[in-house]
């Protein structure tokens, strides 16, 4: 018997992406929304009326597209 990894589905042998690590400003926890990965602030952080920049990060990518 071998330990070997099961063959990965059809359409499926894409490597995985590492997402680098995107921490919050205010409280340096990781975040994990879209919105806060781009804002750079998690929700218990942000305060609705200030004004906040807006930040490009590196999104997770649809399965199945090439």
């Known amino acids: 018997m071998t330990s070997t990894a099961p ?3 059809p359409g499926t042998a894409a490597a995985e992406a590492v997402r680098p690590r995107v921490t919050c400003r205010r409280c340096h ?6 919105e806060s990965r781009i804002l750079r602030l998690g929700p218990e952080c942000r305060d609705p009326a200030e004004h ?7 999104q997770d990518p649809l399965p199945g597209l090439d």
């Not at 926890?29 to 879209?34: A, W």
């Open 7 to 9: 063959e990965p589905l």
């Open 29 to 34: 926890r990781p975040l994990h929304d879209p």
């Open 52 to 58: 906040v920049p807006r930040h490009e990060v590196d």
